[in-house]
C-alpha cells in the first residue's frame, strides 16, 4: 500500500467530518444514518487509520457469528487452549479477547486499535487459567441474560500463546444478534475494526438474516472474508455444504473460503476443545495469511482498499442524511417564525384599532378622572395589553401545532406550547413596558416643571389610553396637548408608541425563540453536508 501523509491528513479530516455530522431528528433513515455513521467512525478508528500507519502490525482475524454458532470454541480450538468462554445459556462473550504470539502484545496492548477499549491483559497461561475459572464461577451464579452496567467501560482481555503465529492475532467478538444491545454495538465495531473477517455459522441458521447481513456488508466493502459452517451432522454434511456454496455462489462470493467442521461430542459440550484436525484447515489458512508476505498484503491491502473505495458510496449517503435533516429543521424553523410573525402583525392592527380599550379597560376609561383613578386605569390597560399578547401566542401555538401535527421532527426539535408559562412571563414583561412608560411620563412632567406626584401618574394613564384607545381614547390625546403643549404632546406619543411596539415585538419574539430554541440548540447548518462532501473529494485525490 502506498501509504503517503496527504493521504492520511485526507482521512483525518474526513474524520473529523464524519464525527462532527448528526442526526438528531427522528426523520426516516436517521436511524440507519446514524448507524453508518458510528460504523464508519469505528472503521476508520479501529481500522483504517491504524492499518495505513503501521502496516507491519499484526492481522487481526475478528471471530464473529449468531449465538450459539461455535466463535469461543473455535477460537479455543485455534489456539489450542481454553482462552475464551464459551456457551449457549446466555449472550456470550460480554468482554471480548484477544489472542497473540508474546511477540506481538506490544501491538495491541496501547490505543492502536480499539482504542475505547480497556485493556486487560492476562501475562502467562496459569494467571490466564485462573482469571478463567473465578470468571466461570461468577457466571454460575449470575442470571442467565444478566447485562452490565451501561455507564461501566468497556474491556478488550488481551491474552499471549506461543501456539499463535507472529503477524496473526485472533479475537472473539460478542454475538452479533445478542440480546443485550451493548454487546451487538460492541461486535459491530470489532468486525470493523478486523482486517479479516471470520464469519462463523452453523448447519442449522447458515441461511438466518443476521449472518447474511454480515456477508453482505463484507462483499460491500470487498473485505478479506472466510466463512465457518460449523456442527455440520456428518448425514448431511454433503448436502449441507452444497446448500451453503450455492447461496455464496448466488451472492457473488464464490471465491470465499470455506471451511466445515463437522458435528462434534466437543462441540456440544460448550467448553470443550475440537481435534487439532477439525480446525487445521483453517488455522492454516489463517497461518498462510501472517507468515507468507504475498499473501499477507493482499489481505491488508485488499480491506484497507475496499474500505477506502467504500466511503464514495457510503459518504455521500451521510452527506444526504445531514441535507434531509437541515431542510427538516429549516421547515419547521420558517412555520415557527410565520405563525409567530402573523401573531406580531395580529398584535399590531388589534393595537391600531383600539381593542385594548375594552372591557375592564374600557369601564376605567369612561370613569376617569371621576369614578376610576389614573393607576386603576393604567393598571387595566395592562391587563388588556397582556390578554392580547397571550391570545395572540395561543393562536402561533396552535397555527404551530396545525402545520406541524405530521412532522416526525417536530415533537423533538420544538419546545412544547406552554399557555400557562406563557402569560406569566408576557405579564411580567408588559408590567416592565408599563414602569418604563411611567418613567417617561415622569421626565417629561419633569422637563415642563410641573407638579411630579399626581401628575406623573395622570400623564402615564393618558399616555397608555392615547396609544392603546384608538379614536375612542381622542381625548386622551387632547389632555395631553392641553398639558404639554402640541410639540410635547407628539413627542411623548413618539417616545411611548416606540416603547410599546418594542415590547409587543419583543415579547412574542421571545415567546417564538422559546419554542425554536431546541431547534436551534441542534446546530442543524448546510456546513455538514457541504465538508462531508468537500473531505471526501479531496481524500478520493490522494487515492
Known amino acids: 500500500m502506498d501509504v503517503r501523509p496527504r493521504l492520511l491528513d485526507a482521512l483525518s479530516a474526513l474524520r473529523d467530518r464524519v464525527d462532527a455530522a448528526r442526526f438528531p431528528l427522528p426523520l426516516p433513515g436517521a436511524a440507519r444514518a446514524r448507524r453508518n455513521r458510528a460504523e464508519l467512525l469505528a472503521q476508520l478508528d479501529d481500522y483504517l487509520v491504524p492499518r495505513l500507519c503501521a502496516p507491519e502490525a499484526p492481522l487481526l482475524a475478528v471471530v464473529g457469528g449468531s449465538t450459539g454458532a461455535g466463535k469461543s470454541t473455535l477460537v479455543n480450538s485455534l489456539v489450542g487452549r481454553r482462552v475464551t468462554e464459551a456457551g449457549v445459556l446466555r449472550p456470550t462473550t460480554r468482554t471480548p479477547v484477544l489472542v497473540c504470539h508474546p511477540d506481538d502484545h506490544h501491538w495491541f496492548a496501547g490505543d492502536r486499535v480499539l482504542p475505547k477499549l480497556q485493556r486487560v491483559w492476562v501475562p502467562n497461561q496459569e494467571a490466564a487459567a485462573a482469571a478463567f475459572e473465578a470468571e466461570a464461577m461468577d457466571d454460575a451464579g449470575a442470571d ?14 488481551i491474552e499471549t500463546d506461543r501456539a499463535m503465529p507472529r503477524g496473526l492475532a485472533l479475537l472473539d467478538a460478542p454475538d452479533i444478534d445478542s440480546l443485550v444491545a451493548r454487546n451487538r454495538e460492541l461486535a459491530a465495531a470489532l468486525v470493523c475494526a478486523a482486517d479479516i473477517w471470520v464469519l462463523v455459522t452453523t448447519a442449522t441458521r447458515y441461511a438466518d438474516a443476521v449472518p447474511w447481513h454480515l456477508l453482505r456488508t463484507a462483499k460491500e466493502y470487498d473485505v478479506t472474508l472466510v466463512t465457518v459452517l460449523d456442527r455440520v451432522p456428518h448425514q448431511v454434511a454433503v448436502e449441507v455444504s452444497r446448500q451453503y456454496d450455492a447461496l455464496l455462489e448466488n451472492a457473488g462470493l464464490g471465491d470465499v473460503p470455506r471451511f466445515t467442521i463437522p458435528e462434534l461430542p466437543e462441540s456440544a459440550g460448550c ?15 489463517l497461518a498462510q495469511q501472517a507468515e507468507d508476505p504475498a499473501a499477507r498484503t493482499v489481505a491488508t491491502a485488499r480491506t484497507a482498499r475496499g474500505v477506502l473505495s467504500s466511503l464514495g458510496s457510503r459518504l455521500p449517503g451521510l452527506a444526504g442524511a445531514s441535507a434531509v435533516q437541515h431542510a427538516a429543521a429549516v421547515r419547521l424553523l420558517q412555520r415557527v417564525e410565520d405563525a409567530y410573525g402573523r401573531a406580531v402583525e395580529r398584535v399590531r392592527r388589534e393595537i391600531g384599532a383600539g381593542e385594548a380599550l375594552a372591557g375592564d379597560a374600557l369601564t376605567h376609561w369612561r370613569g376617569y378622572p371621576r369614578d376610576s383613578a389614573p393607576d386603576e386605569l393604567l393598571t387595566a390597560l395592562t391587563g388588556s395589553v ?34 400557562d408559562g406563557a402569560r406569566a412571563r408576557i405579564g411580567v414583561a408588559v408590567r416592565r413596558w408599563r414602569r418604563c412608560l411611567e418613567e417617561i411620563a415622569e421626565e417629561e412632567v419633569r422637563a415642563a416643571e410641573r407638579d411630579r406626584g399626581p401628575e406623573s401618574e395622570r400623564t402615564a394613564a393618558l399616555l397608555a389610553a392615547a ?40 415579547v412574542l419574539d421571545a415567546e417564538r425563540d422559546r419554542r425554536a430554541a431546541p431547534l436551534e440548540a441542534l446546530n442543524m447548518t448546510p456546513d455538514h453536508q457541504v465538508e462531508l462532501i468537500a473531505a471526501l473529494s479531496v481524500l478520493q485525490k490522494e487515492t
Open 144 to 157: 442467565a441474560l444478566e447485562e452490565p452496567a451501561d455507564d461501566g467501560p468497556l474491556s478488550l482481555r
Open 271 to 285: 467448553g470443550g476443545l475440537l481435534p487439532s484436525t477439525a480446525v487445521a484447515g483453517l488455522r492454516a489458512w
Open 386 to 419: 397582556i390578554a392580547l399578547l397571550s391570545c395572540a401566542a395561543d393562536a402561533a401555538d396552535e397555527e404551530i401545532a396545525a402545520a406541524c401535527g405530521s412532522d416526525p421532527a417536530a415533537a423533538t426539535a420544538l419546545a412544547p406550547a406552554d399557555p
Open 467 to 506: 396609544l392603546l384607545g384608538g379614536r375612542r381614547a381622542a381625548k386622551a390625546g387632547d389632555q395631553l396637548a392641553q398639558t404639554f403643549g402640541a410639540q410635547g404632546a407628539l413627542r411623548l406619543r413618539d417616545r411611548g408608541g416606540q416603547l410599546l411596539a418594542d415590547c409587543l415585538e419583543q
